[in-house]
């Protein structure tokens, strides 16, 4: 069984991947962010999961900021999900994994199309250089060392995202 984090990889990926890479968990948010799904029973009808599991993860990704729970009825209690901004940033994930499933594994062809609703274009994802614009090609994208990077071969357990926030303050009034 595949464990639930990579305490020991200093990459934001997989520090994503932590968040939302269990299964089920891009499809939620993928129901919440086109289909304005929000009610616990709406996800089960469309997603077709346990409920023990659907809990589970609306739970994590309340806790984790994703989405806020309100309630929309006392007796019994009920709440919807909604996202959060945090949650909506994930939506060019969404549109990227959904192209490249198209391209790679949809051999009939897209089963669904992201259009802009303002006049009917279809939506993509590209890449590009923050100085050129250029488009790079997949064997011109290096990766350089950013300012939360450590030494390779140094394995410290991370912190908390407020201790790590701490430490940079830290860092930049030396």
Known sequence: MLGRTYEHENCSAARALEIVGER?????????????????????????????????RLDAFVQIGLMRARRY???????????????????????ALTAWGDRWAAPEGPPIVYTHEGCGGRIYQRLGCSTCDAVPKPGEIKVRLGPGSRPVGRRKERSAPHERLEAARARSAR
Do not use: C
């Open 24 to 56: 089920w968990s891009l499809l939620i948010v993928r129901d919440a962010m086109f289909r304005g799904t929000t009610k616990f029973s709406e996800f089960q009808r469309n997603l077709g999961l346990a409920p023990n599991i659907l809990a589970s």
């Open 73 to 95: 009825s006392e007796h019994p209690d009920h709440r919807e999900y909604v996202l959060t901004r945090k949650g909506l940033d994930l939506q060019p994930v969404i549109i």
